[in-house]
Structure formats: C-alpha cells, structure tokens
C-alpha cells in the first residue's frame, strides 16, 4: 500500500471509528481584527471631514448606513455569544 493510499485508509478509518479529526486553525481573527481597525480608522477619518451640515449623495449615504448595519449586525451576534470570543 503506497503513502497516499495508506493516508487516506487511515483517515477513512478514523472517521468510522467516530473519531474526531481535527482542522488546523487559521489567522481569522487577526484578519478581522486588522480589517476593523481599518473600518475604524477610515470611518473616524470621515466623520472628521464631514460638517453637521454636509449634504451627502444618496448611495453616499446608503453605503455608510449598510456599513452601520453589518458592523452592528456582527456585534450583537457577538456581543450575545461570548464563546463565539476567544
């Protein structure tokens, strides 16, 4: 039985016998935590530009309030279940 052969009896193996098989993690908190920070940055960037006052295009303010609802759609998600957290 060759190394490729061998692999994939014993993975086929592991999951008959009910075992778990466990998947490496990857960086995807890191990944979101940069892209917030991002988020953040570049929102209070725009904020500052604008004047109480400012007249904004309509998709202008469409995209900004889409933003508002995704970003407060994950932190409720979030915010409601902490082992989501780690």
Do not use: C
Request: glycine share 4%; no cysteine.
């Amino acid at each position: 039985m060759d190394k490729i052969t061998k692999s994939l009896y014993d993975t086929f193996a592991e999951i008959a016998s009910g075992k778990v098989i466990r998947e490496e993690k990857d960086a995807e908190g890191q990944m979101a935590k940069g892209e917030l920070m991002v988020i953040s940055s570049k929102a209070q960037e725009l904020a500052n530009m604008m004047k109480d006052d400012t007249q904004l295009e309509a998709w202008v303010q469409s995209k900004i309030t889409k933003a508002k609802d995704y970003i407060s759609s994950v932190h409720d998600y979030m915010n409601g279940n902490p082992d989501k957290i780690d």
